[in-house]
Structure formats: C-alpha cells, structure tokens
C-alpha cells in the first residue's frame, strides 16, 4: 500500500527543493512535479516528491482524518 500525505511547504529552496511540514517534522522534498508552488502552499507529498498542489481545506479535512485514525488507533492498543 502506497500513502500520499498533506504537508505545508515552509521554505523554497534551490534546484525545484522545499522543506515542508509534516505533523511537526520537516523534510526537503522535491517539487520538480509541481508548478507554481509558495510557502505556505499544501502539496500531496509521496517518497520526497511532492505530486500535486491541495487547496488549505482539503488538506485541513485529510490531515484531521489523519489525525482521527491515530487517535482510534492508540485507543484500541489500550484495550
């Protein structure tokens, strides 16, 4: 299973390279996939590639089911 995730670009850098933000961890990734892109922007990051640009609120509701999931599934490893 292949998983592609929300994260907030926080820096642009040389040769189509960004750090983003990722749940409180950053990561240089490239964005030789995607136009366009400025601080703040939200990308579909897959294997240090970001792969499409996310409008603020889809990335807010995915992120939030992200966060949902985690939280269901710390409870079931207390039981």
Known sequence: ???????QVVELRDG?????DLA???KEISLALV?????????IVHVGYALN??????????????AELEQHQAGETQH
């Open 1 to 7: 299973m292949c998983l592609a995730i929300p994260a």
């Open 16 to 20: 189509d390279m960004a750090v983003v």
């Open 24 to 26: 409180g961890v950053r």
């Open 35 to 43: 136009d366009h892109v400025a601080p703040g922007d939200y990308v």
């Open 53 to 66: 640009k996310l409008d603020p609120e889809e990335a807010a509701r995915t992120l939030a089911l992200f």
